[in-house]
């Protein structure tokens, strides 16, 4: 018998040793320490670290029961050493007793605790057994592995032994006792304990700490599962993840996928980029990639996404292992690896894109509300129309979007708002859930949503109101790219009533309060928007243009264009400087960056519209040519219709561009809008570029789209084909039929009197063009004239009595420098203005030579020789039609109801109409070729007898009007036609070699300065004709005709009773 064996029996039977053969860790002595001292005396000196030490098991038990014992303790996780010999090489615990006991122990956790708790009251009691490093290690993973939550709350005892066992773990790591793979295990462990005791936090601490000491000796699996528990605990100490990071690179070529996935998931959510890792990892993944599954696949894209890595490296290789396994792929995973692959920038491939779609078709009743939102929004971000899965997604989702949080709601409407899919039925569901969850909406939430209806043209008014009275009372809460965003809206949508304008100016004073940290798409989108609206704030604009100028080589291509874009629409003439520097910016850009059809679009309407030095001018027009020549192909009609429309306006030649859009556009016609085809033929017909084939088709499409045409459209197209003699008896039919259809709806009574003016002077401008057409026009003539007569009476009846409501006031009026009073001083009949025929209505005035008719406002006084100023006509008038009896002749947009003008050096017959019902009438007879205008004239040479037409295009530069210039032929001038007939041949001087033509004229049309142009076109320049005669002939003729000889001698027109009129005049003497 072993010695002592009969004593420790007693002990045994007194009920001093109570030994649980149920797995306990350690043998509870009581109070037998006395006895233990007796037994172990040889070895008293040993500090026992085995939970069952062998000496005192062998002494106590016998052998065959020590073996027995260790057998249990196996089972249970522990392990025993025999002393004086090494002990045997084992496998780790998670290796061992994981697999033995797990199962068990999974079943019942609350047996692990109770062990636990055991172990700690024995300890309490006893100095001699202390808690094996690798037993503690074992049951705190077989706890986090259980998952505590599920058992319900701990009992006090449970939570006791739970603090006690991390408590042991922490002092193990701070000493410093345990392996990498052992504080990999305990991180894990601590990451699923997390919410059962507050000592797992500085359990996971300790165990980080320690990691950074041993992470260079860990394992692959180490290293991601401690990364992992990291991550899980929000614990980004830079020191250890640098560590893991470097041991990571060392040992790259032992990580499995799955490790992989683990590490670069922990570092994308602690958001730490480690480039040398990433690429090391890529490396792996090229080798290892096939062997990828769908999770994996869906981990790896999201983690890349996340840390912002380069998508051209990574992407390939994840839509390739991808490829031919989206079936397999579940919801959650299909959507999240589609949104990594929109944060990544990259296009999917066709063949995968398909998959994807295919996949997501078929599982779409299993997507939660998330992962729609996901997919959705990812699809957006890529451009990806596929309409089947758009088509799919919406009529699967609509029916459970309240299921729908604010944020997914919102995302799901920008994806369909941003790929312009118009869904009516999905937006009024969209538009239901989201009101009924509306003050849980983020400000980027709302704009969100605002922005979707308003990329689809749905003015939902009840949300819209709902959201804008919102934004009005939040708008501090908003960031700058939301303040953009509800701007661009409102302008979208197209419309402002008060509500709208009010939040307009909540965010004027907004952007006015931060404009520092507005950046360039939030400067351009807010200055586009006001813009768009027609909403004048002078002090925004100049707050946005202050803020441009500093950062205008931040602003890419489209904001760019659309800043440009916006202060042209505006008309800001405050902000020249910036503009100046906005294309110059352009100019120099347009040379090697993107610009699209859209910016190049943009830039020439600019271009058109501001006032631009030569130079500048040119050369931005230069480039924008250039680079729409490189993209033409791209550009939409709009886009094609606006840049020639630019080019036109301006007289810019560039017969390059023209025949390019030409070819282009000839082959898309019927995409074209009514706009777009009147501007498109206008552009050409102004610039005089036949190109074959286009007007045909023009006439065409616009022959079956006249009825979508407005009043100025239907103008400018008739216009077009007149002007380049196109013969298009149906179009002009069309053009026809709906000018009276437009006539016969025309109500004055619900129009404004600018409206009523616009439409008269595009109704009369179509009669001209198809007049000049030689178009039958007497039907159209007769029903316009009965509705303008209508119109003009009724304003006549309203101005008189507002003109009634005005003060008198008694000023003296100033002709230009000439006091009225002298009028009647003047020397001759000839030099002061006369009334030569007074009716109702109109009246005929002569104008002396020497006076101007009028002058428009900004335009330089055209002075006489001696530099003073010529006396204004239009203030004779005045004075003889007082304003309160004829308010028209104050009205400059009738031009003082002067219908024509005469040029200052010239003499002869005006219309003046006193009312506008009378203005109305005499500009349709002019327009109609019922108003005649005949002229004397002395021209030098010989004209042939008989009558010569003078057919030439004249144009004068209306960019640089009010300077004193002379009208020029060229082919694009407007259309001009002038009759001179010969009726006498003069010769003056002793040699007879002085010869003059005495000529009668007639014009069918009234350019500015046309007899003098055509005459010096066909070489016989008008008698004392300082503009368009050589200078030393000019002076000559001055020594016996002082002025120039130009008179208009006759004028015959309707009355207002629709009687014929006739006035004439002879040669001033």
């Known amino acids: 018998m072993v010695p002592g064996m009969a004593k420790l029996n007693d002990i045994h039977q007194r009920g001093m040793l109570r030994y649980k053969m149920s797995g306990c860790s350690h043998v509870p002595l009581g109070s037998s320490s006395s006895f233990l001292g007796s037994v172990t005396k040889p070895a008293s000196n040993l500090k026992l670290a085995t939970s069952m030490p062998h000496v005192l098991c062998t002494c106590v038990f016998g052998a065959r029961h020590y073996r027995r014992i260790v057998?249990?303790?196996?089972?249970?996780?522990?392990?025993?050493?025999?002393?004086?010999?090494?002990?045997?090489?084992?496998?780790?615990?998670?290796?061992?007793?994981?697999?033995?006991?797990?199962?068990?122990?999974?079943?019942?956790?609350?047996?692990?605790?109770?062990?636990?708790?055991?172990?700690?009251?024995?300890?309490?009691?006893?100095?001699?057994?202390?808690?094996?490093?690798?037993?503690?290690?074992?049951?705190?993973?077989?706890?986090?592995?259980?998952?505590?939550?599920?058992?319900?709350?701990?009992?006090?005892?449970?939570?006791?032994?739970l603090g006690w066992l991390a408590t042991k773990v922490s002092k193990f790591a701070r000493d410093g006792c345990l392996d990498a793979s052992e504080l990999s295990n305990a991180l894990l462990a601590s990451t699923y304990l997390k919410p059962c005791h507050p000592q797992i936090t500085p359990l996971h601490r300790s165990c980080a700490t320690a990691l950074g000491a041993v992470a260079s000796d860990a394992d692959a699996k180490s290293l991601s599962?401690?990364?992992?528990?990291?991550?899980?605990?929000?614990?980004?100490?830079?020191?250890?993840?640098?560590?893991?990071?470097?041991?990571?690179?060392?040992?790259?070529?032992?990580?499995?996928?799955?490790?992989?996935?683990?590490?670069?998931?922990?570092?994308?959510?602690?958001?730490?980029?480690?480039?040398?890792?990433?690429?090391?990892?890529?490396?792996?993944?090229?080798?290892?990639?096939?062997?990828?599954?769908?999770?994996?696949?869906?981990?790896?894209?999201?983690?890349?996404?996340?840390?912002?890595?380069?998508?051209?490296?990574?992407?390939?290789?994840?839509?390739?292992?991808?490829?031919?396994?989206?079936?397999?792929?579940?919801?959650?995973?299909?959507?999240?690896?589609?949104?990594?692959?929109?944060?990544?920038?990259?296009?999917?491939?066709?063949?995968?894109?398909?998959?994807?779609?295919?996949?997501?078709?078929?599982?779409?009743?299993?997507?939660?509300?998330?992962?729609?939102?996901?997919?959705?929004?990812?699809?957006?971000?890529?451009?990806?129309?596929?309409?089947?899965?758009?088509?799919?997604?919406?009529?699967?989702?609509?029916?459970?979007?309240?299921?729908?949080?604010?944020?997914?709601?919102a995302n799901f409407a920008w994806s369909f708002g941003k790929l312009t899919v118009c869904d009516p039925d999905l937006f009024k569901k969209l538009a239901f859930a989201a009101m009924t969850q509306l003050n849980k909406f983020t400000m980027q939430g709302l704009s969100s949503i605002v922005w979707a209806f308003a990329s689809v043209s749905i003015d939902d008014t009840a949300l819209m109101g709902s959201i804008f009275k919102l934004a009005a009372a939040r708008i501090g809460e908003c960031k700058p790219e939301e303040l953009a965003s509800i701007a661009w809206s409102l302008a979208s949508f197209g419309h402002l009533d008060?509500?709208?304008?009010?939040?307009?100016?909540?965010?004027?004073?907004?952007?006015?309060?931060?404009?520092?940290?507005?950046?360039?798409?939030?400067?351009?989108?807010?200055?586009?928007?006001?813009?768009?609206?027609?909403?004048?704030?002078?002090?925004?604009?100049?707050?946005?243009?202050?803020?441009?100028?500093?950062?205008?080589?931040?602003?890419?291509?489209?904001?760019?264009?659309?800043?440009?874009?916006?202060?042209?629409?505006?008309?800001?003439?405050?902000?020249?400087?910036?503009?100046?520097?906005?294309?110059?910016?352009?100019?120099?850009?347009?040379?090697?960056?993107?610009?699209?059809?859209?910016?190049?679009?943009?830039?020439?309407?600019?271009?058109?519209?501001?006032?631009?030095?030569?130079?500048?001018?040119?050369?931005?027009?230069?480039?924008?040519?250039?680079?729409?020549?490189?993209?033409?192909?791209?550009?939409?009609?709009?886009?094609?219709?606006?840049?020639?429309?630019?080019f036109a306006t301006l007289l810019v030649e560039n017969s390059e561009l023209f025949n390019k859009v030409s070819k282009v556009s000839t082959g898309t016609l019927d995409k074209f809008k009514a706009q777009e085809l009147a501007n498109l033929a206008w552009a050409f017909a102004t610039m005089a570029e036949n190109s074959e084939g286009l007007f045909d088709g023009i006439a065409m499409h616009a022959h079956q789209k006249i009825e979508e045409f407005k009043i100025q459209e239907i103008a400018n197209l008739v216009w077009a084909f007149a002007t380049m003699g196109e013969t298009s008896p149906k179009l002009y039919d069309a053009a026809s039929i709906a000018l009276l259809a437009k006539v016969s709806g025309f109500n004055p009574n619900i129009l404004t009197h600018a409206e009523v003016s616009h439409f008269a002077v595009q109704a009369t401008a179509v009669v001209w063009a198809l007049n000049h057409a030689g178009h039958k026009t007497s039907n159209i003539i007769s029903s316009l004239r009965a509705a303008l007569t209508s119109a003009g009476r009724a304003h006549d009846d309203a101005a008189i009595m507002l003109s009634k409501q005005q003060p008198l006031i008694g000023k003296q009026k100033d002709l230009g420098g000439l006091d009225v009073k002298l009028l009647d001083n003047l020397i001759g009949t000839d030099k002061k203005p006369a009334i030569s025929l007074d009716l109702p209505d109109r009246l005929v005035v002569w104008k002396p030579e020497g006076w101007e008719v009028e002058r428009n406002p900004g335009q330089e006084d055209d002075l006489e020789r001696d530099g003073s100023r010529h006396p204004l006509l239009r203030l004779f008038v005045e004075h003889v039609l007082p304003c309160r009896q004829w308010p028209i002749v104050c009205k400059q947009e009738h031009h003082f109801g002067l219908l024509h003008r005469l040029d200052v050096p010239s003499s002869g017959l005006l219309l003046v109409a006193k009312t506008h019902e009378a203005c109305?009438?005499?500009?349709?007879?002019l327009k109609g070729g019922f108003l005649q205008r005949d002229y004397i004239a002395l021209c030098h040479g010989w004209l042939p007898w008989g009558t010569t037409t003078v057919n030439a295009r004249l144009l004068w530069d209306a960019s640089r009007h009010g300077k004193l210039l002379a009208s020029r032929i060229c082919k694009q001038g407007k259309p001009s036609e002038t009759y001179l007939r010969t009726?006498?041949?003069?010769?003056?001087?002793?040699?007879?070699?002085?010869?003059?033509?005495?000529?009668?004229?007639?014009?069918?049309?009234?350019?500015?300065?046309?007899?003098?142009?055509?005459?010096?076109?066909?070489?016989?320049?008008?008698?004392?004709?300082?503009?368009?005669?050589?200078?030393?002939?000019?002076?000559?003729?001055?020594?016996?005709?002082?002025?120039?000889?130009?008179?208009?001698?006759?004028?015959?027109?309707?009355?207002?009773?629709?009687?014929?009129q006739e006035v004439t005049r002879g040669l001033p003497s």
Not at 77 to 92: C, H
Not at 337 to 354: C, S, V
Not at 1045 to 1050: D, E, G, P, V
């Open 225 to 409: 599962n401690s990364a992992w528990s990291l991550a899980k605990f929000a614990n980004d100490d830079r020191v250890v993840l640098d560590l893991i990071c470097r041991g990571a690179v060392n040992k790259a070529d032992s990580f499995s996928l799955l490790d992989i996935e683990k590490l670069i998931w922990a570092l994308a959510t602690l958001k730490v980029h480690d480039r040398e890792l990433l690429d090391v990892f890529v490396s792996v993944i090229k080798l290892r990639g096939e062997s990828c599954k769908p999770q994996g696949i869906s981990n790896l894209a999201w983690s890349f996404a996340k840390l912002s890595a380069d998508g051209s490296t990574i992407t390939p290789l994840l839509q390739d292992m991808a490829l031919g396994q989206c079936k397999d792929f579940k919801p959650q995973e299909l959507s999240s690896f589609a949104w990594a692959l929109a944060k990544l920038q990259t296009q999917i491939m066709p063949g995968l894109n398909h998959d994807i779609a295919m996949a997501a078709i078929d599982k779409l009743q299993h997507f939660s509300p998330q992962s729609v939102s996901n997919l959705s929004w990812a699809l957006a971000t890529l451009s990806v129309e596929d309409f089947g899965l758009l088509k799919s997604m919406s009529a699967k989702v609509r029916g459970r979007l309240d299921d729908f949080s604010p944020q997914q709601l």
């Open 498 to 646: 008060g509500q709208r304008r009010d939040l307009l100016t909540a965010i004027s004073r907004e952007v006015a309060r931060r404009s520092v940290r507005l950046g360039p798409r939030e400067l351009s989108n807010i200055a586009w928007a006001f813009a768009t609206l027609g909403v004048l704030d002078d002090a925004l604009f100049r707050l946005i243009a202050d803020n441009s100028q500093k950062c205008l080589s931040n602003f890419k291509p489209q904001e760019l264009s659309n800043l440009i874009w916006a202060f042209a629409k505006q008309e800001t003439k405050s902000c020249r400087g910036m503009m100046k520097q906005s294309v110059q910016a352009a100019s120099d850009r347009l040379l090697f960056e993107d610009f699209t059809s859209q910016h190049c679009a943009n830039l020439a309407w600019a271009a058109s519209v501001l006032e631009l030095q030569p130079v500048d001018r040119s050369i931005l027009l230069d480039r924008i040519a250039h680079r729409s020549l490189m993209i033409l192909p791209q550009f939409k009609p709009q886009e094609l219709s606006i840049t020639v429309w630019a």
């Open 71 to 161: 057998r249990r303790a196996s089972r249970s996780g522990l392990t025993t050493s025999r002393p004086g010999r090494p002990a045997r090489a084992r496998q780790p615990p998670q290796q061992q007793s994981i697999q033995k006991s797990k199962r068990e122990v999974l079943r019942n956790p609350q047996e692990v605790l109770r062990k636990v708790t055991a172990m700690k009251d024995s300890e309490a009691g006893s100095t001699l057994f202390i808690l094996n490093k690798a037993d503690a290690i074992c049951w705190l993973w077989f706890l986090g592995q259980a998952n505590l939550r599920k058992w319900g709350p701990l009992s006090a005892e449970e939570n006791q032994a």
């Open 983 to 1060: 009726i006498g041949h003069l010769h003056r001087g002793e040699q007879m070699h002085q010869l003059y033509t005495l000529s009668v004229v007639r014009i069918a049309t009234g350019r500015r300065h046309q007899i003098r142009a055509h005459a010096a076109h066909v070489g016989r320049p008008l008698v004392a004709d300082f503009m368009y005669s050589s200078s030393g002939v000019f002076v000559e003729d001055l020594d016996w005709c002082n002025r120039n000889f130009l008179h208009r001698y006759r004028l015959a027109f309707r009355d207002g009773i629709q009687n014929q």
């Open 920 to 925: 109305y009438d005499l500009e349709l007879q």
